[in-house]
Structure formats: structure tokens, C-alpha cells
């Protein structure tokens, strides 16, 4: 062991090269099992998350409202806990978002008791920071990855969640009938198991992610030594502007991000007018969610074999099919499911991709601020996506709602198109290396 200084300045010990692969298969369990709760915790709320708010508000047009505050609260705190992670390592900055995740759960469930559906809103916006602290855990995996394994380091991570995020949607209903006879609403009772859930994520975390993967990631590759000034949102942007890369990932997890929660939040709204129960709405998030997660591992190894920006045009050109399926499925609930799967695979293509490609393309020094930089885009867009979305389809339809989630997908396209064109599809970026 050799003793390094750390983003601190104190003495850390650094480990050899053959400690390495100990660390990076124990930092991978610890993250998979921290994603099997964190994706049971948010799947478990957000199935029903509109529908209580719809419940609420009394208006439909109102319950897109529910997925914007999940995203808003989010985009709130993604810088702010990139900071913290640049100062102090991921750990601190999981626990804390799973931490308030557990805390907007509890909020959830006082406004749905006492019918206020503001303080609804700021418990869904507190509770995104659960989901807030999953999307981290994918670059706290790809933190001590190797460059050539980073797409697949990331995708095992995301993979993970498909447990949890499976299993959610399909307890949301005896989560709501185990807490009736307390005076809850059914439609809040995911949130009080997801409470539960929350804490146990940051409990695992805090104990067993040790050591830190971004504070080693630094001291073994010697950007421990660089200013804070090389490690500020203001280096993040200014690596953001110089690489067209890295404008495309950011590009292509935000429009992405932004399609999947406009669609997906509105969903259950849509299968409840055309007479779906709770149970079959709870099924096809389910297989939306083994869309998203499920196949992850794939994309990773298409995304390390045959390049970020080819799979980039393949998330494009699924999502795109999605949207045509669910918009046009009508009274179809096969057709509906089949829609959403294809959107979960979608999203799943253009986020461990666009993660990847976002890694390679900065400088170490700058990587934790230009994530949270994408995590702030990426919600911000999809928070005035969901903030539209319900809108839409009060007054134009869920057909169109599709609609234009498809033609978000054109920025996206035509960015990867030229960059294709200036780089070639087959050629994967190499790692920025720092200034």
C-alpha cells in the first residue's frame, strides 16, 4: 500500500495494483445491492405516484405534476451533491440521497393523509433524491473501470436495478392495502415501504462502500494533487464546451431521460381511462422497468465493442418505435406494454452510452462536476417534460404526447449523425486526460 493525498490533502492509502480487482469486485457488490433496494424503493412510489397525485389534486391535468417534482427535486440537488462527492468521495453523497429520499417518502405520505397536494409535491421532489443517488452509483462504477470495461462496468450497476425496480410496481398494491386501515390512502402506501427501503440503502452504503471508489479512482491516477479550481463546476463546463463528445453524451442522456419519464408518467393515467386496475397497471411498468434495467449489460458491451455513438443511434431509433407503439395502442394493453418495454430499452441504451461517453470524453480532475452537471440537465429537462406532459394529454391526448416525445428525439439523432460523421461510428472515444 502506498500513502497518497487525497482531494483533502491528508494522507490516504492507496492500493497496489494487485489489490485493484479485490476492490473493484468488492465496490460492484456493494453498488448491486444498493440498486436492488434503491430500484425497489423508487419503483415501488412511482408507479402510483401520478394517480395519487390525480387522487389529490382531483384533476387529471394536474398529475403530471407528480413526476415533474420527482425530477425538479433532483436537478435541485445534483449539483450540490456532485460538490459534496468532489470534496468528500461518493459514499457521503449516496447516503445523504437516500437519506432524503427516505425523508420526501414520509412527506409524501403526510400530504396524502392531510389532502394537501402542495406538500405532496415537495415530498415527491425530496423523494427523487433517492432516485438521484442510483443514477450516481453508475459513474461511482465506472470510477476505478477500466477505459475499455467502462460502458460494461456502468451497465452491471444499472443492470442491478432490475430486481428491485421489477418487484416495486408489483407490491405497489399490497403496499396500499397494508396501510388503509391506518388512514393512509392506498395510493400512498408504496411510499411508507419505500421509506423503509431508502434507509436500509444508505445503512449498506455507509458501512460497506469503503474505500471511497471516486477518492481512489483519484489518488492511483495522481488528480488528487490538482486544485480545486481543476475539480469546480466551472472546469466541468468548460470541458462540457471544448468537447463535442461530450456535448453529445450530455445531449443524448438528457433528451433520453426526458422521453422515457414525459411517456412513462403518464401511462398509468392513460391505461386508467381505457379501464385498466391496479394490478395490471402495476404489470406494465413492471415490464417497462425490465426494459430500462434488464438488458442493460448488453448495451454495455455494444457500447464497448462497437462504440458509444452507434448505440447511440440505436436508442434513438427505439425510443422512436416506442413512442409509435404506446401512441397508437389505444384500448391495446398488449400493444401499450409493448410500447413501454421498448421505451425502457431505449432509455437504457441512450444512458449507459451517453454515461460512457460523457466519462471518457472529460478530464479526470473534472469528471465528478461535469456528471453533475448531466444529472442537473437531464432533470431539469425531464422535470419540464413531466411538467408538460399532463397537459398534453388533458387537452391534445396520450397519442400525442408520443408524439412529441418523438420529435425530442431529433436534436439527439442529428447530433450523433454529425459526430458520427467526424469521427466514425466504430471508433470509441479515448479517455480526456487531465490538464
Do not use: K
Amino acid at each position: 500500500m502506498t500513502t497518497l493525498p487525497d482531494a483533502a490533502g491528508t494522507g490516504r492509502a492507496v492500493p497496489d495494483a494487485a489489490a485493484l480487482p479485490a476492490i473493484r469486485r468488492r465496490t460492484t457488490a456493494v453498488l448491486i445491492a444498493s440498486q436492488i433496494l434503491g430500484g425497489l424503493a423508487n419503483a415501488t412510489g412511482i408507479a402510483l405516484a401520478a394517480v395519487l397525485a390525480a387522487e389529490i389534486s382531483g384533476s387529471q391535468a394536474l398529475s403530471g405534476l407528480a413526476s415533474a417534482a420527482m425530477v425538479a427535486g433532483p436537478a435541485l440537488l445534483a449539483m450540490p451533491l456532485a460538490a459534496l462527492m468532489t470534496r468528500r468521495g461518493r459514499r457521503p453523497g449516496l447516503v445523504l440521497a437516500y437519506l432524503l429520499g427516505a425523508a420526501g417518502a414520509a412527506v409524501v405520505v403526510t400530504g396524502a393523509v392531510l389532502g394537501s397536494f402542495p406538500l405532496l409535491l415537495c415530498g415527491m421532489a425530496v423523494f427523487g433524491a433517492g432516485s438521484l443517488g442510483n443514477l450516481q452509483a453508475r459513474y461511482a462504477a465506472a470510477d476505478l473501470a477500466e477505459p475499455a470495461r467502462r460502458a460494461r462496468a456502468i451497465s452491471t450497476v444499472v443492470w442491478a436495478t432490475t430486481i428491485g425496480a421489477v418487484l416495486g410496481p408489483n407490491i405497489a398494491a399490497p403496499a396500499g392495502h397494508s396501510v388503509t386501515r391506518f388512514g393512509i390512502p392506498a395510493a400512498a402506501g408504496p411510499f411508507v415501504w419505500a421509506a423503509g427501503v431508502f434507509l436500509l440503502s444508505a445503512v449498506l452504503v455507509a458501512v460497506l462502500l469503503r474505500p471511497d471508489p471516486l477518492l481512489t479512482a483519484r489518488a492511483l491516477d495522481g488528480s488528487a494533487a490538482h486544485s480545486a479550481a481543476a475539480r469546480s463546476l466551472r472546469a466541468g463546463v468548460s470541458a462540457v464546451r471544448r468537447s463535442p463528445r461530450a456535448r453529445l453524451a450530455l445531449v443524448t442522456v438528457a433528451v433520453s431521460h426526458t422521453a422515457m419519464v414525459s411517456i412513462m408518467s403518464m401511462t398509468p393515467v392513460a391505461l386508467t381511462r381505457h379501464g385498466a386496475d391496479i394490478q395490471l397497471i402495476g404489470l406494465v411498468i413492471s415490464v417497462h422497468i425490465a426494459g430500462m434495467y434488464a438488458f442493460s449489460p448488453v448495451m454495455g458491451w455494444l457500447a464497448d465493442r462497437l462504440g458509444r455513438l452507434s448505440v447511440i443511434g440505436l436508442a434513438a431509433g427505439l425510443l422512436c418505435c416506442a413512442a409509435l407503439l404506446a401512441g397508437t395502442a389505444g384500448t391495446s394493453h398488449g400493444q401499450t406494454m409493448a410500447g413501454l418495454f421498448l421505451l425502457g430499452l431505449g432509455w437504457s441504451a441512450g444512458l449507459v452510452s451517453g454515461s460512457a461517453l460523457l466519462t471518457d470524453s472529460v478530464p479526470g480532475p473534472a469528471r465528478a462536476a461535469v456528471q453533475g452537471l448531466c444529472d442537473l440537465t437531464m432533470n431539469v429537462a425531464a422535470g419540464l417534460g413531466g411538467l408538460t406532459a399532463g397537459l398534453i394529454v388533458a387537452r391534445a391526448g396520450y397519442g400525442w404526447l408520443n408524439a412529441a416525445g418523438a420529435a425530442l428525439l431529433l436534436p439527439m439523432a442529428g447530433l450523433a449523425l454529425f459526430t458520427s460523421r467526424r469521427h466514425g461510428t466504430r471508433e470509441n472515444a479515448r479517455p480526456a486526460t487531465a490538464e
